[in-house]
Each structure stands twice: as structure tokens, then as C-alpha cells.
């Protein structure tokens, strides 16, 4: 038992661990001529036909380079047509097992001096190999162990069958040519690993408890020695990464993601430890093998790829933040777990997009087709629901003119795996502070988020990599709003440090006045920006302050006064003021926004017949942007999606114009699902579609009492909306609506928003991001809010407070508002919920005529300890819902 030889496969130099007792004595019987077929190289699930086996004298073998170039060919056989090939590569060349079986070495592992034996089938076809290296294992094979292994009445399983299954699982880990091998549908031209079956069956193994104790430790030593060779030395990964790049030299590495070895990374130390190999490997693909990766995952491992693959490196992920900020350095673990974890997420939006285009190019089978139920049946999981016709009042089957409806309606597909499944639990609970990743970003990103195709392409060394918001579609929205904070903050900072550069510098010219000990006397605004306004007065002061501010003071850090007011502004006053602001602002009497879309749809939109100016939509995108960038909790406000889609530049689809005009959306929705009457000829369906609907590419619409027409294309008025052109109508008039028709009004807001949210983070950030950050949570889940509380004065456990408590818990929504916007100044939870909020009670003496008070820019309530629960409700309604205005005391 010598060390094995080092066998060469394609381009990759790989020692395999298992080699054959005699090995030319088993070339002659595992070699066998292959009966000719007539099989199109595309169809997929042909099967092949079993080989016949040959018993003569050993022929020679093929050489790595032929089986590599794919023009390997049996030469002992001069009958064969000389075009004719085999499958040269490794899991296309061990499909189907022969009947006989073989007695292999397994030279690493080893207990104490004696070599581990395994019995496998060699599945070689004729031409690829003669050496008894090429052996696998199925999913069948593995279930009828795992069958013969569950104890039976009366009768306990044979010892032999365990240490079957664990010589066979030993050298499948333990070489890569082999897992690379295993686990496969049989019968397919190309291979594609069965891994829903495959995840059933390592379920049922460790679920009976046959993997445990010593034979658990086997298989991880096997996994990992089969890692090494895998892996080679990674030594010199930063300049030349391992040739691994063809879908049967990485299928193996997917395949192992599947077992339950690395599947607890975040609880057990080993698992842990073979995960960072693994992802370490798979981080150090060429971009070849990471296309192969993905491929694989689509096209064999959708069905787990949520519960296992997602889960599994995502836990890992967790575990290495976690433990990098125990250690306060975050090694290549965790930057080699999040590019892996972006690689499944790329596969997922891939497999989306791709779904999406078969049902637009009418490629999956549709209504009365055999396969049709079948078909949707399987998608189910991924298929979106439209609108039911109880909702409706049309039902719209998913295949019914699917190029028409899918292009213009955009309904449609669902990811496998919902995007808050990638999201790393570690950051939403603070495990990383906000100012590290500041921090890295500045130092590694250099301010500059490179695009997710980027991403893919970059080394896992590249220190552009080493920032978590390089992942951001990895990151919770709450860590993303905390790291926007800090830079809000950073910039502000910068601007307080340019206007003492510029003070110090007019005092050194004698153009600033210098006061007793060289002191400096410094304005508060030069500081600031300080907004002076009267609180009945509150909007036509704004307006008039924020067009006379210079574009440097919008930059500063906010000051609000209240004239005639004593309070000072340590936050809560500027919360209560864009509160209040928005209160005005953000209604229908404002003549800012569309009446009849907010009687509909409930929510504010552009009103295209606006009597204002494009000034006021400026300033309204301005006062939207100073909320942001002054880190307030979110704004009352009802906008759409759409709106923050459209200020991050996203694309919209049907279901954004269906939120702003739904009844519109629904006679588009008619539209489309029409069809004309069975056996109806050509001719006259079109004519009866014409006659029905009377339509053509011409827009009327209201404008300051007079009706415009507007052509939806060049010369529309003349062109009817036909059956062939009735998606292109929906898709024009839908982007009429929510973009042309409000161009006026929407560009000058988006100036006015972008002329203070302008950073790298910000221009980062998707349209469902910036709707958390802008309008923060409406949900007010009053138990979240009491995690985050602290006590001064208080016993968390007392029955005081658990009463306390409980009356909050009785209130309605518009109480549990008020509640919030007496103690924090706003009503509304920032990002992450109301746990953020930190809320601080302080006992304020027994007094029973004081009620309770608050200090808004600590989020702090003084709170009276009452004689009992009847007076404590009385009081705090009573200071909720008369509560307005600061005074000091």
C-alpha cells in the first residue's frame, strides 16, 4: 500500500485516492465496447445503453489529453467509425455502473498500519479509462443501504451493512473524482445531480442516528482529505487560482454543500472548519468555474437551494462575522462565505430571469397542452399569484398569450429563494458597529460599490471585496440605514471642519473677530443649518428659508426652532418638526399630488395637473432628502414604490402602475385576457376585439379643466389597438403614465432629493431600500420596543412596569402613534423596528398629580410612579394626547 499515483484529468493535476490492487489486471474488465447509438448530442434524457463487457487482453489507455480535447476514441476497434466518440469527461464517462464489482484501496484513511478496503462498481465507459480510478455512487445505491440499515421488528441490522456504508461514503468524500462522479440521475446524456433525493437520503441517515460518534469523525476526515486534493496548494490562489472550471470538475464541491457534515457551522467547530475550506475553494474559482457553479445550481439544485444550499452558507457567514468580531478582525472566512453566498444569490435572480423569459417567449407549455397542469404544478413555488377574479373580475391564467401579457404586465415569476433569505442575521443584531464598516468601505471599496457582475469577477483577495455593503443585497436594511447614518454624520462632520478651515483663515487675515485669549468667536449658523420658524406658520416658513439656503447650508447638520419656544434641538425637536411638516405637506391640500389616485389607491402620487410650480416639487424632494440625511426615524408619508424606484432608477413593472391606478390596471388586465370565441376565424376575432373595445394609441386626460389628447406614438390616433398590438398599448400607456405625464413634477423633486442624498451608499441603495430608510416601519410591534427599553429607578420584573405595559398594549394603533411621538418625536419606527429606538424610563418621583414627561431628543420617558394602575392610565393618555410644543424646565 504505497502512496497512490498522481493521475492527471483535463487540465487538472488531481491524486486520486483510490487505486487498484493490479491495476492491468483490472484494465481488461473494466474496458468494454459500447453498442453505436443514434442519439442527438442535445437531448438530454436519452438514456445510454449498458456496455457490453469485454474480457480480452488489456488494451491501452486513453490519454488525459484526448479525454480533455473531447475526441477520445477506443483504438483497439478499427470497425468503429472514426467519428464516433465517447463521454470524455469524468461524470459523463461514469453514468452507468457494470454489473460486476471490484475490491479498491482507500490509501488515506487509515486505522493504525492497516488500509481501509471498499467494495464500489466501476462505471467506466469504453475509451475513457482503464484503470478502476472511475467509480461511483448513486442516490439508489445510498437509499437501499440506508433502507437495509432501519431496524426491523425482531431483528437488528447486520454490522456489515454500517461498515458498507461507511467504506462507500469514505472514499466517495475522499475523492474528488469520484463525488464529482456520484449522486447522479442515471440514464442522463448530460449529468445532473439528483439533489432533492440525495438531501432525502442524508436526512434519513442522520435522523435514524446511523451517522454519529466514530463514523460522524470518519466521514468529516474523509471530506477533508478529499478537500486537499481538491484543493492542491492554495498557496498560490492570489496569483493563479486552482484549474478547476468545467461543470465535472466543481459538481462535486455543490454536491458536498448537500450533507449534513458542514451543515451546522454555527454550532459545531467542525462543521465550521470544513465550511471554510469549502468556501474558501469555491471563493477561489476561476470565473469559468464560478459560470459552472451557477449553472449547476440552476439547472440540478433549485429545489434545495433555499432550504440547504442558502441556509447552510448563510449560518456559516453568521458564524465567521460573529467570530471575527469576537476577535475584532475580519478574516477571509467571512469575505470568502459572503462572495459564495452572492454567488447563490446570483443563481437565484438567474434562474428567476430565465424562468421569466420562457414564459415570455412561450417556451413552457401552455393552456390544453398535455404538460401544461404538470408543468405549472412544479412551478407553483415560483409563480406569483395575479390578482384572483374574485379581486378582478377576470381570471387570468398564467399561460394565456403569454408573450403579450408576460412583456407588458411584468407578473410574474418569483425567485426561489425570497431575498430576506440572504440577509446575515449576525448584522441585524448589531454584531458589527456601523463605524467599522464605515470604515472599510472608505478603506477598501474606496467609496465605490462595484456592480453584483463585478463582484463575480473580482479575486477573493481583492481588497475591494473586504466592505460588507459591497454585498449589500446580502445586508438587512436595518445595518444598511445604520452604516448611512454614520456617513450622514461623517459628511456633516466634513462640512463643520471646512467652515472652521474657512474661520480660522479669515481670523489669520483680520477678517474675523478675535476675542480675549485668542478665542474665535464662532457663529451657530456657520456650524449649522438652522431652521427658524413660527409652529402656525410652519409650512410657508420652511419654504421660504430652504429657497433662500445656500446649496452648502443644506449640507450642514439641521437645527430646528420653534420661535417663541425654549426647547433646544438635540433631535427631538427636529422630529417633531418634520412630523408636523409632513402633516401639511404630504396632503391633498397642498395641490401637490393627484386627489383621484389618493381616493383610489390610497397613496400620494404626482398630481400631473398641478397648479404649483416645479420650485415647490424641488422643495419637497428637498425636505424628503434633510429628513434622510439627518438620520430621522422615517416620515408620515404615503408614497408608492414607485417613488423611490424612480429616484434610484429602477425599472418599473405593471405592478407598480397597479398600485397608483388599480382600476385601470384591472380593464388592462381584461384587455389582455380576452379572447375571442372558439373556432371563431382570424379575421373576425380581430374584428370583434376592435369593435369591443374601440381603442387606439391615443391618451385623453384632464388638464386645468380641458381635455388634451396626447399619441402614445407617432401618428397613434390613426393606429387601432389590434389583438397583436395590445400588449404594446398597455406597455406604452403604463409608461405614459408613470413617467412622461409627470415629468415636470417628478424630475424637480428628484433634483431637489438628490441635491442631499448624493454619496456612493446612497446611489447604491434599491428602490425597496430607500422606501425603509425614507418612511421607516409602520408596523408598531409594541414588544419590540420593550426588548430595547432600559430602566433607571425601575425593576424591569415589577409589577409596576409589567402594568405599565400592559396599557400600552391595550391602545389602539393611533394611540400606540401618539405614544411614540410623545416620547421620541416622531410616529413612526425607524428601520429595524422599534428596538431601535432604545427607549429610556426614568422613575420621576410618586407624585400623583405630575404627569408623565419626556425628553424626545434622548428618547427618554419621566415616568411617576403612581399610587395604582387606574391613575398611571389616566395620566399617560392624558399627556399623549395633549401634548405639543417644548418648553424647559
Known amino acids: 500500500g504505497g502512496a497512490p499515483p498522481a493521475t492527471t484529468f483535463g487540465s487538472t493535476g488531481t491524486s486520486l485516492a483510490m487505486v487498484a490492487e493490479d491495476e492491468q489486471s483490472l484494465a481488461g474488465w473494466t474496458e468494454a465496447t459500447q453498442e453505436p447509438m443514434d442519439v442527438d448530442d442535445d437531448d438530454e434524457d436519452v438514456p445510454l445503453k449498458r456496455a457490453n463487457a469485454y474480457h ?208 451546522q457551522a454555527d454550532s459545531s467547530p467542525q462543521a465550521y472548519a470544513l465550511m471554510e475550506v469549502v468556501v474558501s475553494l469555491f471563493a477561489a474559482l476561476p470565473g469559468d468555474g464560478r459560470t459552472a457553479l451557477v449553472s449547476i445550481i440552476i439547472d440540478d439544485m433549485v429545489p434545495v437551494l433555499r432550504c440547504v444550499l442558502v441556509a447552510n452558507i448563510r449560518r456559516f457567514c453568521d458564524a465567521a462575522i460573529r467570530k471575527g468580531a469576537q476577535l475584532r478582525r475580519m478574516g477571509n472566512a467571512v469575505w470568502n462565505g459572503l462572495l459564495v453566498l452572492d454567488l447563490l444569490a446570483f443563481a437565484n435572480q438567474s434562474f428567476q430571469d430565465n424562468l421569466r423569459s420562457e414564459l415570455a417567449s412561450g417556451l413552457l407549455p401552455t393552456e390544453g397542452h398535455a404538460d401544461f397542469s404538470r408543468t405549472l404544478s412544479g412551478l407553483a413555488p415560483m409563480l ?206 397642498s395641490q401637490l399630488f393627484d386627489p383621484q389616485v389618493a381616493e383610489e389607491a390610497r397613496v400620494l402620487w404626482f398630481d400631473a395637473a398641478s397648479p404649483r410650480d416645479s420650485c415647490d416639487f424641488w422643495l419637497v424632494g428637498v425636505i424628503v432628502g434633510l429628513a434622510v440625511y439627518n438620520n430621522l426615524p422615517g416620515l408620515d408619508v404615503c408614497f408608492p414604490t414607485a417613488t423611490f424606484k424612480k429616484l434610484t432608477g429602477e425599472p418599473l413593472n405593471f405592478e407598480d402602475f397597479e398600485e397608483v391606478h388599480p382600476a385601470l390596471s384591472s380593464s388592462f388586465r381584461t384587455l389582455l385576457a380576452w379572447e375571442p370565441p372558439a373556432g371563431l376565424p382570424a379575421m373576425e376575432a380581430a374584428s370583434l376585439f376592435e369593435n369591443t373595445f374601440c381603442l387606439d394609441f ?71 431600500e430607500l422606501t425603509q430608510i425614507v418612511l421607516g416601519e409602520s408596523d408598531l410591534q409594541l414588544e419590540a420596543l420593550r426588548q430595547g427599553t432600559r430602566y433607571e429607578g425601575f425593576q424591569e420584573d415589577s409589577e409596576y412596569i409589567q402594568g405599565f405595559w400592559e396599557i400600552l398594549n391595550s391602545y389602539e394603533l393611533e394611540q400606540r402613534r401618539r405614544f411614540l411621538a410623545f416620547t421620541t418625536g416622531s410616529n413612526r419606527a425607524p428601520v429595524g423596528g422599534l428596538r431601535e429606538i432604545q427607549l429610556l424610563i426614568q422613575r420621576n418621583g410618586n407624585d400623583d398629580q405630575r404627569l408623565p414627561q419626556a425628553h424626545t431628543c434622548f428618547n427618554t420617558l419621566l415616568l411617576p410612579e403612581y399610587a395604582s394602575l387606574e391613575r398611571l392610565s389616566e395620566a399617560l393618555l392624558t399627556a399623549i394626547e395633549n401634548s405639543e410644543g417644548f418648553g424647559l424646565e
Open 56 to 263: 480480452g487482453p488489456p488494451r491501452p489507455r486513453t490519454a488525459p489529453s484526448a479525454i480533455a480535447s473531447g475526441h477520445t476514441k477506443n483504438s483497439d476497434d478499427t470497425s468503429k467509425d472514426p467519428e464516433e466518440t465517447f463521454p470524455q469527461t469524468l461524470a459523463g464517462g461514469c453514468m452507468h455502473p457494470l454489473s460486476k464489482e471490484i475490491k479498491l484501496k482507500l490509501t488515506t484513511i487509515c486505522e493504525g498500519s492497516s488500509t481501509l478496503e471498499t467494495l464500489l462498481r466501476p462505471v467506466a465507459w469504453p475509451g475513457v479509462c482503464a484503470s478502476a480510478q472511475f467509480a461511483g455512487l448513486d442516490v439508489p445505491m445510498l437509499a437501499h443501504m440506508v433502507e437495509n440499515l432501519r431496524p426491523k421488528p425482531n431483528s437488528l441490522p447486520s454490522p456489515d451493512l454500517k461498515e458498507e456504508l461507511r467504506r462507500s461514503m469514505c472514499a466517495v468524500l475522499a475523492n474528488p473524482a469520484l463525488l464529482n462522479a456520484s449522486f447522479c440521475f442515471p440514464g442522463l446524456r448530460r449529468p445532473r445531480v439528483d439533489a432533492l433525493g440525495l438531501v432525502k437520503v442524508f436526512s434519513q441517515l442522520w435522523d435514524m442516528g446511523v451517522i454519529a460518534g466514530r463514523l460522524e469523525v470518519q466521514l468529516r476526515e474523509a471530506a477533508a482529505a478529499g478537500l486537499h486534493r481538491w484543493a492542491g496548494s492554495s498557496s498560490g490562489w492570489d496569483d493563479s487560482p486552482p484549474p478547476l472550471w468545467h461543470r465535472d470538475q466543481v459538481r462535486g464541491l455543490a454536491t458536498l454543500l448537500l450533507c449534513p457534515l458542514v451543515s
Open 384 to 589: 406569483s399569484r395575479t390578482r384572483s377574479a374574485s379581486a378582478t373580475g377576470v381570471n387570468t391564467p398564467i399561460a394565456r398569450d403569454q408573450a403579450a401579457t408576460i412583456k407588458s404586465v411584468h407578473t410574474a415569476v418569483a425567485a426561489p429563494v425570497p431575498a430576506s433569505d440572504f440577509q446575515l442575521q449576525a448584522l441585524a443584531e448589531d454584531v458589527v458597529p456601523p463605524e467599522v464598516e464605515f470604515a472599510l468601505f472608505m478603506q477598501n471599496a474606496q467609496t465605490r460599490i462595484p456592480s453584483r457582475a463585478e463582484v463575480l469577477k473580482l479575486r477573493p483577495h481583492d481588497e475591494r471585496l473586504h466592505s460588507f455593503m459591497v454585498h449589500r443585497h446580502l445586508l438587512p436594511a436595518s445595518f444598511v440605514r445604520r452604516v448611512l447614518q454614520r456617513e450622514n454624520l461623517y459628511r456633516q462632520h466634513m462640512r463643520q471642519q471646512e467652515s472652521l478651515q474657512d474661520l480660522l483663515h479669515a481670523a489669520m487675515a483680520g477678517q474675523a473677530t478675535i476675542g480675549p485669549g485668542g478665542q474665535v468667536n464662532v457663529d451657530p449658523s456657520q456650524m449649522f443649518f438652522i431652521l427658524s420658524v413660527r409652529r402656525e406658520h410652519l409650512l410657508e416658513d420652511t419654504m421660504q428659508v430652504l429657497q433662500q439656503a445656500a446649496p452648502a447650508d443644506l449640507q450642514r447638520q439641521i437645527k430646528i426652532s420653534f420661535q417663541g419656544e425654549e426647547g433646544q434641538d438635540a433631535g427631538g425637536v427636529s422630529r417633531e418638526f418634520f412630523r408636523l411638516l409632513g402633516e401639511q405637506l404630504f396632503s391633498l391640500q
Open 698 to 768: 391615443e391618451v385623453s386626460h384632464e388638464m386645468h379643466g380641458e381635455t388634451q389628447t396626447i399619441e402614445l406614438k407617432e401618428g397613434g390616433k390613426d393606429v387601432p389597438v389590434t389583438l397583436e398590438n395590445r400588449a404594446e398599448f398597455v406597455r406604452l400607456y403604463c409608461n405614459w403614465a408613470m413617467d412622461t405625464s409627470i415629468a415636470r413634477q417628478f424630475e424637480p423633486f428628484k433634483k431637489g432629493f438628490s441635491r442631499i442624498c448624493d454619496s456612493p451608499l446612497f446611489h447604491a441603495l434599491s428602490g425597496a
